[in-house]
């Protein structure tokens, strides 16, 4: 019941991460901006998402989990019908931003109530549950989108997210776990002014590389530079304060280091994908966008067959062997997109996104098992924290790269890609070599889910070393041998 209820709410925050691509043509042509400038839209959510997930572990511990879970999902739905009434494209970007200060902490709260509630034996049987809405809300986003811009406005595609709120918020106040406040150390505010400044900066110069003139120039290569600056700053400053705010010692554990590079890389792989997809349909073969979101459906399909048997796979032989055959699946459905033209039928597209989400399926909520499942239930907060930071700024940075790289081979610079008088050849040629771009960000997810762990956690009641448990019953401390 508390994963439902987890996985309801989380719904809201990863819909809303893909909902909006669909309506990407729409808005560009509508507001008169750029590929680049349009991708923002998605992109600001995602930093915005990025830059206040850091605080969930502490809050999490200063005013409860369940306390801070109820905040996060009504200034979601604030920011949700704030965005349905915006009049320019800045207004939106600035909306989206609250929006995603409000859905940052949904998904790792609601995953550190879950996991405290499961025990580190059952965590990827849980993460299966909490993993079908939150992984199927970027999947089924373009299709619910395409629907809403099509047949009632751009606009309904943020205020969807007010029912779902309606329900989702009266259900957590009554079924979640009431946990109260732990006494904890002050908020590393010092951390914060360097991680959430230096991961906007960088993506803001990778985004600019199209429109200032080239990854050379000073207006790009200044704000890359001061992200990786001020990144490096907080890496320092963390690795020598005793509570940041990301804990820094967790990377020692190589199971949680692993999981944390399989997620930055699958972030940009499977974000990049999903922002570029709908544009695809549209562009290069035509689609209204109801058609090129139902286009999608295929992949929440398969996603949907393999989560299930996904988690109870990997508490049985550990995540690494379905992590790997999880990325080759992705990696295999996503080729034929960089292979096609605009005659691919699309039956063998079709065909092509159901493998592409049974490796989705296959390798997310595993590869987070996999840094949950070596950790002691006090670290679970604040592993959350860190590990949703990573795939959020892998998702910023795969859209950014993405969006750069199918602007340079596009003619035009403003209004979307059906608004550009360009052969059709020219276009499905820079769809596929942006394609090949999301191939290697997702094959590259290869070399650090070679160390997540190869067997399974040890359930409770099978542990050693005695320790409480988060059910409180005195057992091992120690998830794996």
Same mark, same amino acid.
């Given at each position: 019941m508390i994963a439902a209820v987890v996985g309801l709410g989380g719904t809201m925050?990863?819909?809303?991460?893909?909902?909006?691509?669909v309506a990407l043509d729409t808005l560009a042509r509508e507001f008169g901006v750029s590929i680049t400038g349009i991708q923002w839209?998605?992109?600001?959510?995602?930093?915005?998402?990025?830059?206040?997930?850091? =605080? *969930?572990?502490?809050? /999490?511990?200063?005013?409860? !989990?369940?306390?801070?879970?109820? $905040? %996060?999902? +009504?200034?979601?739905? &604030?920011?949700?019908?704030?965005?349905?009434?915006?009049?320019?494209?800045?207004?939106?970007?600035?909306?989206?931003?609250?929006?995603?200060?409000?859905?940052?902490?949904?998904?790792?709260?609601?995953?550190?109530?879950?996991?405290?509630?499961?025990?580190?034996?059952?965590?990827?049987?849980?993460?299966?549950?909490?993993?079908?809405?939150?992984?199927?809300?970027?999947?089924?986003?373009?299709?619910?989108?395409?629907?809403?811009v099509e047949h009632a406005s751009w606009r309904w595609i943020f205020y969807v997210n007010v029912?779902?709120?309606?329900?989702?918020?009266?259900?957590?106040?009554?079924?979640?776990?009431?946990?109260?406040?732990?006494?904890?150390?002050?908020?590393?505010?010092?951390?914060?002014?360097? =991680? *959430?400044?230096?991961? /906007?900066?960088?993506?803001? !110069?990778?985004?600019?590389?199209? $429109? %200032?003139? +080239?990854?050379?120039? &000073?207006?790009?290569?200044?704000?890359?530079?001061?992200?990786?600056?001020?990144?490096?700053?907080?890496?320092?400053?963390?690795?020598?304060?005793?509570?940041?705010?990301?804990?820094?010692?967790?990377?020692?554990?190589r199971p949680f280091a692993a999981a944390v590079g399989t997620n930055f890389c699958l972030g940009m792989g499977l974000f990049?994908?999903?922002?570029?997809?709908?544009?695809?349909?549209q562009g290069a073969r035509g689609l209204s966008p109801v058609d090129a979101g139902l286009m999608m459906i295929p992949q929440g399909v398969g996603a949907a067959l393999m989560i299930p048997f996904a988690g109870r796979i990997t508490d049985r032989t550990g995540p690494r062997p379905v992590v790997q055959t999880g990325l080759a699946l992705i990696v295999i459905g996503t080729l034929p997109f960089a292979f096609t033209g605009s005659s691919m039928p699309y039956p063998v597209l079709a065909l092509a996104l159901v493998v592409r989400g049974l490796g989705m399926g296959a390798s997310t909520m595993p590869a987070m098992a996999?840094?949950?499942?070596?950790?002691?239930?006090?670290?679970?907060?604040?592993?959350a924290s860190a590990l949703n930071v990573v795939r959020r700024l892998g998702g910023s940075l795969g859209v950014a790269l993405i969006s750069v790289v199918l602007e340079r081979g596009l003619p035009g610079t403003t209004g979307g890609v059906t608004a550009r008088a360009a052969p059709a050849d020219v276009v499905a040629a820079a769809f596929g070599s942006t394609f090949w771009w999301a191939v290697a960000f997702c094959a590259l997810a290869f070399v650090p889910a070679v160390f997540l762990p190869g067997r399974p956690a040890l359930s409770d009641d099978r542990q050693v070393e005695s320790g409480p448990t988060p059910t409180g019953r005195t057992v091992g401390a120690s998830a794996t041998p």
């Open positions: 925050s990863s819909l809303d991460s893909t909902i909006v691509n839209v998605t992109t600001a959510y995602l930093l915005a998402l990025a830059a206040v997930i850091p =605080v *969930s572990g502490w809050a /999490t511990d200063r005013f409860g !989990g369940k306390r801070v879970w109820l $905040a %996060s999902a +009504g200034l979601f739905v &604030a920011g949700s019908m704030l965005a349905g009434t915006a009049w320019s494209v800045e207004s939106l970007i600035g909306f989206r931003v609250l929006q995603g200060i409000g859905g940052a902490m949904l998904v790792p709260v609601g995953m550190t109530l879950v996991t405290r509630a499961a025990g580190p034996g059952h965590t990827g049987r849980v993460m299966g549950v909490l993993g079908v809405p939150v992984l199927l809300g970027p999947v089924l986003g373009p299709a619910i989108g395409g629907i809403l029912p779902v709120g309606a329900l989702a918020i009266p259900l957590a106040a009554r079924l979640l776990p009431r946990d109260e406040p732990k006494p904890c150390d002050r908020l590393d505010v010092r951390g914060l002014l360097l =991680v *959430s400044p230096g991961m /906007t900066a960088l993506v803001y !110069g990778l985004a600019q590389g199209e $429109a %200032s003139g +080239g990854f050379a120039s &000073a207006r790009t290569l200044g704000p890359i530079l001061l992200g990786a600056v001020l990144l490096t700053a907080f890496v320092l400053h963390a690795r020598g304060t005793p509570n940041p705010l990301i804990d820094m010692r967790l990377f020692r554990r990049g994908v999903l922002f570029l997809l709908p544009l695809y349909y996999g840094a949950y499942a070596t950790l002691d239930p006090a670290d679970v907060a604040r592993a």
